[in-house]
């Protein structure tokens, strides 16, 4: 593209050669006649009416790489440097790019920020003449047509949709801009159900608009809340690749307004527009799960939990500590939990209790210790029990959880318990990006559980649950009605520590899968458990400072196990004992 193409192509009716000889000096970031947007772009408007995007540039920049950053045409690198009088770059130096030149993001980005008070009314767009941040005293129509319907001799459908009788505006003044002229990012679009995403497509395929707010990131905000990604190194690698599809050079530093767009692939499905396949899928699903409670409802416990198995699997043990973070690790603080819910559940229900695993060495009494000890002691209570005394053992253990738990659950059922009234709980301290804060569950997705599950390997042999039945296979009805009590029991717990001020993860509390990686699966305790009803907790994520801290305390790990019971109470449909009677209780 030549320079005098590209006048053509703006429309702007100053001379080029005016502007050539009429260069603009250097301005600082946040002053008068400039509007930062980050530390890398910054706004200016020229004449009173030319808007440009100034572009901080890189050590490692070129006017190709410039160009291909910044404007729809990744060619258009000699006309920029064309445009800034092909000026010798150089690293930190700010350079000007005409607004036409700018990729939609960015042109849409500069206007609604330039502009805050335009709106959209309808399918038009709303724009309020000369009423910029900075100051455009010479606005009319024909720039008002270029800035947002790229061209300017659009002027005249704008006057007649205003019913006026020349281009020339005054302060403050509507002018309607019909939607049928506006460029893609000023049209309305389809949105999500709470309306924080818009949907469009372009060159790289269907996806979702997120406007970063002030003081959002794009790992916490973007790729937390959307995507479900909660591993670190999960969320800074889809972080990456956002960045990458965005063009976005420093992920830490993107201005509040830019419209970021996600594929369709990363987003979850309730963040997918309402006729996506798997958005369709994902909701026959849950009215699956919905409908299968409404026909089948649980039967509420009289009171204390009465005829209640609660099967408590605290995680890891033995060699395997777990998570290790803020100076605590996982199992022996969530063990402490798992003691105090028992003692809970012994001295405040009638329920009966059962421990997956138990610790020979300190036994089962809450400590008040600080720090405790990892005595990498914790034997899973299987015949005979079984303890993790070297690498590759942990995932034997898990796997003989669930065997031990599918024994417990078989003869309850043999003596006649309600299948319904059998409950497993697995409790753990998870390690989750440090942005997020909170209780997380994790219940058994019915999707996720189709194939058939056992390990007959000599190591496996030698125990009394596995040679009972060494394979399981679940019916569909039967994984449908394990996630809806499941999500059930989730549900309770997360209103549960929600009412004790415990914090709670903010997006997607509760999960039908975990996401790590490229694909999606299901931990083993949950995925060949055969109680219906099975919850995986993480209390708290110990990559974040306050997290670690209360898993630390002794009083609020005594008050994560309330927690848990009060959830319990809740999904039976009991209510809480009196504040006086529960505080007799406490250990």
Same mark, same amino acid.
């Given at each position: 593209m030549t320079l005098q193409s590209l006048a053509i192509a703006l429309a702007v009716p100053v001379?080029?050669?005016?502007l050539a000889a009429t260069p603009t000096p250097p301005v600082a970031p946040g002053s008068a006649d400039s509007l930062s947007l980050s530390s890398e772009f910054r706004v200016r408007v020229l004449r009173g009416r030319d808007i440009e995007l100034e572009v901080r540039v890189a050590a490692t920049d070129d006017w190709s790489r410039i160009a291909a950053r910044v404007t729809?045409?990744?060619?258009s690198g000699a006309a920029l440097a064309a445009w800034n009088e092909?000026?010798?770059?150089?690293?930190?130096?700010w350079v000007r790019v005409p607004i036409g030149l700018l990729s939609e993001p960015l042109r849409s980005l500069v206007l609604r920020r330039l502009f805050p008070e335009d709106r959209l009314d309808g399918q038009d767009w709303i724009h309020i003449s000369r009423s910029g941040v900075l100051p455009t005293y010479d606005e009319g129509l024909w720039p008002i047509a270029l800035w947002f319907t790229g061209q300017g001799d659009h002027f005249t459908e704008l006057m007649r949709s205003n019913g006026l009788q020349a281009p020339e505006l005054g302060v403050g003044q509507s002018v309607r801009i019909p939607g049928r002229l506006l460029l893609p990012g000023f049209r309305r679009r389809a949105t999500s159900d709470d309306g924080a995403l818009e949907y469009a497509?372009?060159?790289h395929g269907a996806h979702a608009i997120y406007r970063l707010r002030d003081r959002e990131a794009l790992y916490s905000a973007v790729v937390v809340r959307f995507t479900g990604r909660t591993l670190a190194e999960d969320v800074l690698g889809v972080a990456k690749t956002i960045a990458e599809r965005n063009r976005i050079r420093d992920p830490r530093d993107i201005p509040v307004g830019f419209p970021v767009a996600i594929p369709f692939d990363l987003l979850e499905p309730e963040f997918l527009p309402t006729d996506h396949p798997r958005r369709r899928e994902a909701e026959a699903a849950r009215k699956a799960v919905q409908r299968e409670l409404e026909q089948h409802p649980l039967d509420a416990t009289r009171?204390?939990?009465d005829d209640v198995i609660v099967i408590i699997d605290p995680g890891h043990g033995g060699r395997d500590l777990g998570t290790m973070n803020h100076g605590i690790w996982e199992h022996d603080y969530v063990y402490d939990v798992a003691c105090r819910l028992r003692h809970l559940l012994e001295t405040e229900s009638a329920a009966r209790v059962v421990?997956?695993?138990?610790?020979? +060495?300190?036994?089962?009494?809450?400590?008040d210790r600080t720090p405790l000890v990892a005595n990498r002691q914790g034997s899973i209570q299987t015949s005979p029990p079984f303890l993790a005394r070297k690498d590759g053992d942990a995932n034997v253990g898990v796997n003989l959880r669930w065997y031990l738990a599918n024994s417990i659950y078989r003869k309850a059922v043999r003596d006649s318990v309600d299948r319904d009234r059998v409950v497993f709980v697995s409790l753990h301290a998870d390690a989750r990006h440090a942005s997020l804060r909170g209780l997380m569950v994790y219940v058994p997705g019915a999707a996720y559980r189709s194939r058939t599950y056992g390990e007959d390997g000599a190591m496996y042999r030698r125990f009394g649950e596995v040679r009972e039945r060494t394979w399981v296979k679940f019916s569909p009805a039967e994984r449908v009605r394990s996630e809806a009590v499941s999500r059930r029991l989730a549900e309770s717990v997360v209103s549960a520590f929600r009412d004790l001020g415990l914090p709670v993860q903010p997006f997607q509390p509760i999960r039908d899968r975990?996401?790590?990686?490229?694909?999606?699966w299901l931990p083993a305790v949950l995925k060949g458990n055969q109680v219906p009803t099975k919850v995986l907790i993480e209390m708290t994520n110990m990559s974040n400072a306050e997290d670690a801290a209360l898993l630390a305390s002794a009083n609020d790990r005594e008050r994560l196990a309330r927690g848990v019971l009060e959830g319990l109470r809740r999904h039976?449909? +009991?209510?809480?004992?009196?504040?006086?009677?529960?505080?007799r209780a406490a250990p």
């Open positions: 001379a080029l050669a005016s729809n045409d990744p060619t092909k000026r010798r770059l150089a690293a930190d130096d497509a372009d060159g009171t204390g939990l421990l997956t695993l138990v610790d020979d +060495e300190t036994g089962c009494q809450p400590s975990v996401i790590r990686g490229k694909s999606p039976f449909g +009991e209510p809480p004992p009196r504040p006086s009677a529960a505080r």
